[in-house]
């Protein structure tokens, strides 16, 4: 079962952060990338593989900072 996940993610403003986030987010195991666009982010993943919080944190590690969006 999987979940939909929504992310606002601060520090990014151009197509190199989009690309930097959409690729750290592709080596998550059990997540599957729908959109990334500047300041955001839309994802389903599989909370059985990974988590919010591992999520959030590969985002992190790379130089931004990403929240959940309610």
Do not use: W
């Not at 606002?8 to 986030?21: E, S």
């Not at 195991?29 to 993943?45: K, N, P």
């Not at 909370?47 to 919010?52: I, K």
């Amino acid at each position: 079962m999987t979940q939909k996940l929504a992310l606002i993610i601060n520090g990014m403003h151009c197509d190199a952060c989009v690309r930097r986030v959409t690729n750290a987010l592709q080596q998550i195991d059990g997540a599957t990338v729908d959109d990334v666009a500047v300041g955001s982010a839309h994802l389903s993943f599989n909370p059985e593989q990974t988590s919010q919080e591992k999520i959030a944190q590969a985002i992190n590690r790379i130089g931004f900072h990403a929240v959940t969006q309610e």
